[in-house]
DNA sequence: TTAGGGTTAG
């Protein structure tokens, strides 16, 4: 005796995050015909596909699986289930995470059936565009919001600072009938994701110091402390400490225990601070320690001269059953490159790929470079640098200039700082003046996006360069 | 008919 679709989809609905349960629901769906066409007549059966579809793609979201999500979406045109406004925002959002050359189509899409009135849709391409188009793309769909709400705000909030506009993140906040949380974090870390840290704290504290604060309807959460001991561990001016621990000591107050996300933000702070006691305390205390406490814990090591400590952390991680990732390798190899273990170096970054499946990136042949280049073993560095699959950056060129400037080598070093300048060069001129041009003709979301993208792909504009004369 | 939209570490 089948099921019956509304039971399926209860079950699909309480599912919703189980991915393996969802497989088998799914499963009888097909073999109870449930998302065909035609082989269930009754009157309501073509909402209850578009239910079921919906549904289905919601949990095939959740589990990560963006790919399916959107084959899912052909299969619910195929089977005549008409897609609704239920059904957009899911895959706008998968299309987010992964597939963002289907935002356009799926803009169409939305378009051509005339559901961008409903406030969801529009709300998910504010963020959609925010990651993945411009800031002016962004701002339209927002103006085709009728009906503003807090999220709504808060997408746009998250989209103006994503694209190096703070100052239209802030002018949007006081525009703003009202705020929580999200808001307020949203801005700060609006400031710390450009780089302006010390505006991320100063803002956290205005937020504090609001009436909402003490009446206890805006309480920090987890993302608000992540962000603000992130601002104060990258803020190198006066008091930075001293606030970071008057933070520490609010969660204590206030929080129930600690969680992987703030128990590691705590480790990343102390260890910069170069507290390195405090860190160990909280790495301690920290119950369920995952992956990311380990790495924080290892490179806060790794970076105060306790090498040894670092690698000895990272057996004992491995003992405790943890896969390290690919961050625990820029760490431990950070490590040895510091405290010159030339030979255990060489064979983390071995086992890296061998033992742990982890592919070495840019970060990691950057330290093995330093790793050699540090020991003075200038000819194996370089033949990495020659070998390596991935073209190499400035960071790894810069690892190399470096060993060659500690060690006199003269010709390599002009060698390798012709290429570094070449490619800083290139680089900088081409988005200086493209950012230049834009700003010109008044673009200057279009100018600050791009300027963010050169902070982003490691371009640092040197100071007296100029392209003036290309202009 | 009520499944769907916003912030987070290494």
């Given at each position: 005796m089948p099921y019956s679709p509304e039971v399926l989809l209860q079950l699909l609905q309480r599912f919703i995050k189980h991915p393996n349960k969802i497989k088998q629901v799914h499963s009888l769906l097909i073999t109870d015909g449930y998302l065909l066409r035609g082989l269930n007549t009754q009157p309501h059966s073509k909402w209850m596909r578009t239910l079921l579809y919906?549904?289905?793609?919601?949990?095939?979201?959740?589990?990560?699986?963006?790919?399916?999500?959107?084959f899912l979406f052909t299969h619910m045109l195929a089977n005549q289930a008409p897609p609704n406004s239920h059904t957009f925002p899911s895959l706008i959002k998968a299309a987010a995470s992964s597939l963002p050359?289907?935002?356009?189509?799926?803009?169409?899409?939305?378009?051509?059936?005339?559901?961008?009135?409903?406030?969801?849709?529009?709300?998910?391409?504010?963020v959609f565009y925010g990651e993945h188009g411009s800031l002016r793309d962004a701002y339209k769909m927002f103006e085709e919001i009728s009906l503003l709400c807090i999220v709504a705000y808060n997408a746009m909030l998250h989209a103006s600072g994503k694209n190096g506009s703070v100052e239209s993140a802030l002018l949007i906040f006081e525009r703003m009938p009202d705020r929580d949380i999200v808001s307020?974090?949203?801005?700060?870390?609006?400031?710390?994701?450009?780089?302006?840290?010390?505006?991320?704290i100063q803002f956290f504290k205005k937020m504090m110091a609001h009436e909402n604060i003490g009446n206890g309807l805006v309480k920090p959460n987890e993302a608000t402390y992540v962000c603000v001991l992130s601002s104060c561990a990258n803020f190198a001016g006066r008091g930075s400490l001293d606030f970071g621990k008057q933070v520490h000591g609010y969660i204590l107050r206030n929080e129930?225990?600690?969680?992987?996300?703030?128990?590691?933000?705590?480790?990343?702070?102390?260890?910069?601070?170069?507290?390195?006691?405090?860190?160990m305390n909280v790495f301690t205390q920290m119950v369920p320690t995952e992956v990311c406490s380990w790495n924080a814990m290892i490179s806060s090591l790794a970076s105060n001269g306790r090498e040894k400590e670092a690698l000895d952390m990272f057996e004992n991680m491995k003992r405790e059953g943890l896969h390290p990732?690919?961050?625990?390798?820029?760490?431990?190899?950070t490590a040895c490159a510091r405290g010159k273990f030339v030979e255990t170096g060489l064979k983390v970054f071995q086992s890296m790929s061998l033992d742990f499946g982890v592919v070495p990136t840019m970060e990691h042949y950057g330290c093995v470079v330093d790793l050699l280049g540090r020991a003075g073993l200038l000819k194996e560095a370089t033949d990495i640098v020659r070998s390596m699959p991935l073209q190499p950056d400035a960071s790894v060129l810069g690892a190399l200039l470096g060993a060659c400037k500690i060690y006199g080598s003269t010709e390599l070093g002009d060698e390798v700082g012709r290429r570094l300048l070449e490619l800083n060069q290139r680089h900088c001129s081409q988005y200086v003046l493209l950012s230049n041009t834009n700003a010109g003709v008044e673009r200057w979301d279009y100018a600050a996006a791009l300027r963010k993208d050169?902070?982003?792909a490691g371009i640092l504009k040197i100071p007296a360069y100029s392209s003036v004369y290309l202009a």
């Open positions: 919906n549904t289905l793609i919601r949990a095939h979201l959740n589990a990560g699986q963006t790919c399916k999500t959107l050359s289907f935002g356009r189509p799926l803009h169409t899409q939305v378009v051509k059936r005339g559901v961008l009135f409903d406030p969801f849709i529009p709300t998910t391409f504010v307020w974090t949203t801005v700060i870390n609006g400031f710390w994701s450009n780089g302006y840290f010390a505006e991320a129930v225990f600690l969680t992987v996300f703030v128990g590691t933000s705590l480790i990343d702070f102390y260890g910069k601070m170069g507290c390195l006691p405090k860190a990732n690919e961050v625990t390798f820029v760490a431990v190899l050169m902070v982003d």
